[in-house]
């Protein structure tokens, strides 16, 4: 699960996420990416470096470039894990069977001294 959580926070930016598009079809450099996305060189480096920590892409070094790819296997595991906790069939539970003998948790069990009065304008 923490991996799906740092896969999830990698991909949760939208320039991230058009990299990862980018480079599902074509390998590209940072340049080259830099041009596509209309940002700079260093902005691109640093969500390549965020993937990379999050094993997302790897570099590969060609020359005096290096030129990115999508670790596709990552990616799919992680499609699959999203889709299994989507297909879960297990019946939901409202707030009061989950916290069973805990009813000071729900705001309308609140005892009368935690309730906050309603404002009213003074007679004044």
Do not use: W
């Not at 700079?40 to 480096?45: G, M, R």
């Amino acid at each position: 699960m923490d991996n799906l959580l740092n896969i999830m926070k990698a991909l949760s930016d939208e320039n991230r996420l058009t990299i990862i598009e980018l480079l599902m079809k074509y390998d590209f450099c940072v340049g080259a990416l830099s041009r596509k996305l209309e940002i700079s060189e260093a902005a691109v480096s640093q969500h390549l470096k965020i993937l990379r920590n999050a094993g997302i892409v790897a570099g590969e070094k060609r020359g005096y470039y290096t030129h990115y790819d999508v670790n596709r296997q990552l990616i799919e595991a992680a499609g699959q894990a999203l889709c299994a906790m989507a297909e879960k069939k297990e019946p939901r539970k409202g707030c009061r069977q989950h916290l069973t003998g805990n009813h000071h948790y729900c705001s309308n069990k609140l005892p009368a001294s935690a309730k906050k009065e309603p404002l009213t304008s003074s007679p004044d």
